[in-house]
């Protein structure tokens, strides 16, 4: 993700930690209970964007009032979340958004991560305007007109430039390259989380101000702030591979699990569950909506979802 507010996840025990965005220390983060012999204990790698701790908070308390296991949870980059999860520091990543190079060294030459499946929901990167500014200016949704509206878009930070908003630097982007190879008139800006770049999107759209952002589906804010996607050039397989040459559009990417792959092997009834795991964009969304708007924790967000949702997780469980 490249990714998807960064709310507090509700910890099991003093060993829950959330660092942020900024580079995850796993010196310090990782539990000591990940993949420990004998013990009923599971350590999940959730995410900083509230769609990821959705998974986690329904994994975890299913895994605990379900099966009976304990949960740790551990906050870990993207791209280090990979060696934590190869080197058995946490059992499982449950929403990456596609990282080819990790999944060729240590899915198939290393073999010490196994596939978990599906999530089941289908993650898209894009660009965006507000809604309210595209129906006024329907042409600014082609890429090639951008410029056109560079300076209502621009801000302090961006200098005498458009501002592109981004979330986290930590984040695996192409926005960058897309703006120097696109020879946009534009200026990457980081937030420097996604919740600092939803405060910053909800205050343009209280002022009803035009605005470009990187951003996601699937995301409870699109419920808040409609926003159009801006047409990028198309997609087509390989265009990204070299990432200071990229000129087109992100993938639709479906969303994958990764295991340890000794928790694949031995981690019985947890193993088995997260490998079930799978449900749609609407069923993550509803508790994100309910952990980023309402305000409620991870855990409480999935009580509610776990109780209106039993014919669901129910074919989760193992026999």
Not at 131 to 144: L, M
Not at 213 to 218: G, I, V
Request: with cysteine; charged share 25%.
């Amino acid at each position: 993700m490249r990714l998807r507010t960064t709310s507090a996840v509700a910890g099991a025990s003093a060993l829950l930690l959330l660092t942020g965005c900024g580079a995850a220390d796993m010196t310090r983060q990782a539990s000591p209970f990940a993949n420990a012999q004998g013990a009923k204990t599971v350590t999940l790698s959730v995410q900083s964007w509230v769609g990821a701790q959705a998974n986690v908070g329904v994994a975890r308390y299913l895994l605990e009032h379900e099966l009976g296991y304990r949960v740790d949870t551990v906050q870990v980059d993207e791209v280090p979340a990979w060696d934590a999860l190869s080197q058995g520091r946490v059992d499982a990543i449950l929403e990456d958004w596609g990282h080819p190079d990790q999944e060729k060294r240590y899915v198939e030459d290393k073999r010490t991560i196994a596939s978990g499946g599906d999530l089941g929901v289908t993650g898209h990167i894009g660009w965006y305007v507000p809604t309210y500014f595209a129906k006024q200016h329907p042409d600014v949704t082609d890429w090639k007109n951008l410029d056109k509206y560079a300076d209502r878009m621009r801000t302090p930070e961006s200098g005498g430039k458009g501002q592109l908003l981004d979330g986290s630097p930590s984040y695996v982007t192409n926005d960058k390259a897309l703006v120097d190879n696109l020879h946009l008139n534009y200026q990457v800006v980081f937030a420097g989380s996604e919740a600092a770049q939803i405060t910053q999107m909800k205050q343009f759209a209280k002022e009803r101000k035009p605005f470009l952002t990187y951003w996601y589906s699937p995301q409870w804010l699109f419920e808040k702030i409609p926003m159009t996607e801006v047409k990028l050039p198309a997609y087509k397989e390989g265009c990204d591979a070299d990432a200071a040459k990229v000129a087109c559009a992100y993938p639709h990417t479906p969303l994958k699990k990764y295991l340890n792959a000794d928790f694949a092997r031995t981690g019985g009834r947890a193993a088995a569950f997260l490998k079930n795991f799978k449900w749609t964009t609407e069923d993550q969304n509803e508790v994100s909506l309910m952990i980023a708007n309402d305000r409620l924790t991870p855990q409480e967000a999935a009580r509610k979802w776990a109780d209106r949702h039993r014919s669901t997780w129910r074919s989760w469980l193992p026999s």
